[in-house]
């Protein structure tokens, strides 16, 4: 699976859209982008995945390049809920048996 | 609909002893993963089941093991437990592999302590 290149920490308003980047320069046509996040001490949540078409569910969006190089998440109206580490992968569906989780972007929404 | 739950949520041992940890999968799913999370690092991919079967392992020592039930069910067992086992342990379920774009959903976890 491809590697991905997350900033180590963000600061967002609370209302205020949180847009979350990762760079997966080297993903293959089969990888998916999937985000998770973990917010302290507690499971992993899944939060959306894409292929190359712009995605977006209750949660989120997930606005990824044509290039497929690199995506952003959008959290449109960050709450003090949304403090977590978020973590971006590339997932071959052919061997989606494990995940790996790099060290991803530690997002505080602040008052 | 219920999610992954994991049993216990909490749990001391000692250097030496064995330890069992459960999890019961998303109803309809069929695969299950183990993952260990030590504090401050990230997740690291323990085993993978579906169907009954172990299909993956990651790079841990043989006293890693576990197994899945018939109603796909799992456990993970650590036989005689290093202090570097203390982690967090977390379990996630999928549909069958065969599926495309399988989302995995965790469960809240297993602390374990090795004193």
């Known amino acids: 699976d491809a590697k991905t290149t997350q900033p180590p920490s963000m600061d967002c308003a609370e209302g205020r859209a949180a847009n979350l980047p990762c760079n997966h320069s080297?993903?293959?046509?089969?990888?998916?982008v999937y985000w998770y996040r973990q917010i302290h001490s507690q499971g992993p949540q899944y939060i959306i995945h894409g292929l190359k078409n712009n995605e977006t569910n209750e949660m989120a969006s997930l606005i990824i390049t044509e290039d497929r190089k690199s995506s952003t998440l959008i959290l449109p109206h960050a709450t003090l809920r949304d403090t977590a580490v978020y973590y971006c992968i590339a997932v071959s569906t052919g061997t989606a048996s494990k995940l790996t989780f790099g060290t991803g972007t530690r997002l505080q929404v602040t008052l | 609909e219920a999610g992954v739950t994991q049993s216990p949520t909490h749990l001391i041992k000692t250097r030496g002893q064995q330890v069992t940890l459960r999890c019961s999968p998303i109803?309809?799913?069929?695969?299950v993963y183990w993952y260990q999370q030590a504090l401050g690092l990230g997740l690291q991919f323990l085993l993978w089941?579906?169907?009954?079967?172990?299909?993956n392992r990651g790079n841990f020592p043989p006293r890693f093991s576990g197994r899945q039930f018939p109603n796909y069910s799992s456990e993970l067992n650590v036989n005689a437990l290093e202090l570097e086992d203390s982690a967090l342990y977390l379990c996630?379920?999928?549909?069958?592999?065969?599926?495309?774009?399988?989302?995995?959903?965790f469960g809240a976890g297993t602390r374990l302590s090795v004193l």
């Open positions: 089941y579906d169907e009954g079967e172990e299909r």
């Open positions: 996630a379920s999928s549909r069958r592999q065969r599926e495309a774009k399988n989302i995995q959903y």
């Open positions: 080297t993903i293959s046509g089969n990888e998916y």
């Open positions: 109803s309809g799913h069929t695969s």
